[in-house]
């Protein structure tokens, strides 16, 4: 029984991650962020998750909670237990490693919304010096 417990937890901290900033934005470019506003991203990650793939923040006002690198919110944009939402994928599946259905999910929500979605962006890279990744790529 022990090890079971001890095997799942493993299993579950595994598919946690926390990038490095230019291990984040190479990460970003591959999933097909622009260089043009990457600075942007990597802010607004940086605000709403700390680069952290595995945080759920909430819960909100309304009761809804936010998941993963993005803080994508599961009231419009995902579903718990089963893919849906606007993103039609699942909350759980935004807090795992592989931020391939993040960054997707991300990119609808920004041409849909903008940057200004996004709260911790308006906080802390709105009008303000962004974070330089440009000795990540040299």
Not at 22 to 44: F, M, Q, S, T, Y
Not at 66 to 91: A, E, T
Not at 124 to 133: E, I, Q, T
């Amino acid at each position: 029984m022990k090890i079971a417990l001890i095997f799942s937890l493993l299993v579950g901290l595994s598919q946690a991650k926390i990038f490095t900033r230019c291990d984040l934005a190479k990460e970003l470019v591959r999933k097909g962020i622009p260089h043009a506003n990457l600075e942007h991203w990597v802010c607004l990650v940086e605000a709403e998750s700390s680069r952290n793939t595995s945080v759920k923040g909430g819960p909100n006002k309304n009761k809804s909670f936010d998941h993963g690198l993005f803080q994508i919110n599961d009231r419009y944009w995902c579903k718990s237990g089963r893919q849906g939402g606007d993103c039609n994928v699942k909350c759980e599946d935004l807090r795992t490693d592989d931020i391939t259905d993040d960054v997707k999910c991300a990119q609808k929500i920004k041409k849909r919304h903008g940057f200004e979605a996004w709260y911790g962006w308006r906080r802390n890279c709105k009008d303000k010096r962004l974070p330089s990744v440009d000795n990540c790529f040299k």
